[in-house]
């Protein structure tokens, strides 16, 4: 197995503030890894650093071995990294069909025909190809997820970064999404996915992450770091 | 009869403040900017325009082919050198920086041009006209009406059928989720900022072949282009024609009916009553 994702001694300061201190951990070819820790431990800013949102301080983040910390978002999407956002910001103005098909044209750089066939594609496998036709503005919040689940995959990413895609939903539709992400998982697709959803995370990931304070907390199997001392403590607040 | 005729001229001078809006309508958009150096950027054209007539000779209109390429070139330039560094910040700052290029461009054709007014020679075309029945249609006005259309058309085919113009519109929705679908915001900024000038500059022409200009008439022109815009809503190019159209039969019908009135004022009324009653202009969207 070879790292696909690898953050190298990374570390993000806004002014004096230092939201993430030092982290270093590493995706393996086609896992899934889970990441979890209180808000504000620099959860979402770790998946922005590796989206290309903003730098990093100090370290380096690499893909497929490759040095990617100066590189733009577009072009880290274009050459594999997907992401979904915390709060799903598709395209309002545009059909559930176009936000997708946006995504296949460019992130995907695919041209005519085989844009519109990975565009569907990508509606078919989270349940939205009945939706294609419809403004994005007009969706309900689980539709919403799940587009933003479905312009993610119409990038073809090589790795996908999910950020707490299944907060806000109920349990039959945390469900639902569950089997959605399984199936992307199985298809190959590397994923990053962080989540307060604790049983959600446990029903698909290999491996856990626990962050506080923008370190790592623990890393390993995920049912011995959920029932490890250093996350409980962090959660129960029981910090000695 | 007059009334049709006054009806008539109203909407096909629409037709030129919709040439003058698009740029600005496109560029507010796709990057939130306002180009108060938009005016004279037409005027500049116009110059430019007449320095080639007088050069090669010839009819202003092969120079529309010169310089629109040339206007997408200046879009460029403008966008990567001054309009880059005003997207997504403080509207106040787009003011400022703008209305500091519009001086510089102002300026400039001081300098090179003097302060003496200029006009594009179109011929026999400029007072040309047909006859249908007892109404008599301007041949050149209705020409430059038809051209506007023709590029609003060509714009909104852009926008709706191509890739590239749906990711105009997907970085005018939310340009950081556009660079997360692999989207290069700022190459679209560049594409848009060269539509812009390249169809200000096409407007320039047309107004420079109607009515002489001279070096300070950028910022009376950019009034026209304004309140077009926000008379059919910002952000809808279908929109920046009704305004153009509404703002033309204001002028020609207010002024039909008060000959002492200058007919600007009547385009300015209905613009503050447009904002007034319906601040998001006739065919805008709800800003959220």
Not at chain 2, 279 to 288: D, M, Q, Y
Request: aromatic share 8%; hydrophobic share 50%.
């Amino acid at each position: 197995m070879s790292a696909v994702i690898e953050v190298d001694r990374v570390s993000k300061r806004f002014g004096a503030l230092s939201v993430i201190d030092e982290l270093s951990f590493s995706l393996e070819q086609g896992e899934a890894l889970g990441v979890v820790g209180p808000n504000g431990a620099g959860k979402t800013t770790t998946l922005n650093m590796i989206a290309g949102d903003f730098r990093p301080t100090t370290g380096r983040v690499r893909f497929d071995g490759r040095d990617v910390t100066g590189l733009p978002a577009h072009r880290r999407c274009r050459i594999g990294i997907g992401r979904t956002s915390q709060v799903p910001r598709p395209f309002d103005g545009l059909t559930v069909f176009e936000n997708v098909l946006v995504g296949a044209s460019f992130g995907g750089a695919h041209r005519g025909h085989r844009a519109r066939d990975v565009a569907v594609d990508a509606l078919r496998r989270t349940g939205m190809l009945a939706k294609a036709n419809v403004r994005a503005g007009e969706l309900t919040l689980l539709e919403r997820k799940r587009l933003e689940l479905s312009r993610a995959l119409s990038t073809e990413p090589k790795v996908l970064l999910l950020d707490e895609i299944a907060g806000g939903l109920t349990e039959g539709e945390v469900l639902e999404l569950i089997d959605t992400i399984k199936s992307i998982h199985a298809a190959g697709v590397s994923i990053i996915w962080i989540e307060h959803i604790v049983h959600a995370l446990l029903k698909v990931v290999d491996r856990m992450l626990a962050m506080d304070y923008g370190r790592k907390l623990i890393e390993g199997d995920p049912h011995e770091v959920m029932a490890s001392d250093e996350v409980k403590n962090v959660y129960l607040g029981t910090e000695a | 009869m007059n009334w049709i005729m006054a009806a008539i001229g109203g909407v096909l001078l629409g037709g030129l403040y919709a040439l003058y809006a698009t740029g600005l309508s496109v560029s507010f958009g796709v990057m939130r900017l306002i180009n108060l150096a938009h005016g004279d950027l037409a005027v500049t054209a116009a110059f430019l325009s007449s320095t080639l007539v007088l050069t090669a000779g010839g009819s202003p209109f092969w120079t529309i082919l010169v310089l629109i390429p040339v206007g997408f070139g200046v879009g460029v330039l403008l966008q990567k050198v001054v309009f880059d560094r005003l997207v997504g910040v403080d509207p106040a700052l787009q003011i400022v920086a703008t209305f500091g290029l519009s001086i510089v461009i102002q300026n400039a054709l001081l300098k090179v041009y003097t302060a003496d007014r200029r006009a594009l020679d179109i011929g026999s075309l400029k007072t040309k006209s047909f006859s249908i029945g007892e109404v008599s249609v301007g041949a050149f006005p209705l020409l430059r009406f038809v051209v506007a259309v023709l590029v609003l058309v060509s714009l909104s085919l852009f926008l709706g059928r191509t890739s590239t113009g749906r990711a105009f519109r997907a970085t005018s929705d939310d340009p950081e989720a556009a660079r997360l679908m692999g989207i290069n915001s700022r190459a679209i900024y560049v594409i848009a900022s060269g539509i812009a000038v390249s169809t200000v500059f096409l407007a320039g022409i047309f107004s420079g072949a109607q009515t002489n200009f001279a070096s300070s008439d950028g910022p009376g022109l950019l009034i026209f282009a304004f309140e077009a815009v926000i008379i059919g809503g910002l952000g809808s190019l279908w929109g920046t024609l009704a305004g153009g159209i509404a703002l033309g039969l204001a002028q020609t019908l207010g002024a039909e009916q008060f000959t002492d009135w200058p007919a600007q004022l009547f385009g300015h009324v209905l613009f503050l009553i447009v904002l007034a009653v319906r601040p998001n202009g006739l065919f805008g969207r709800a800003e959220t």
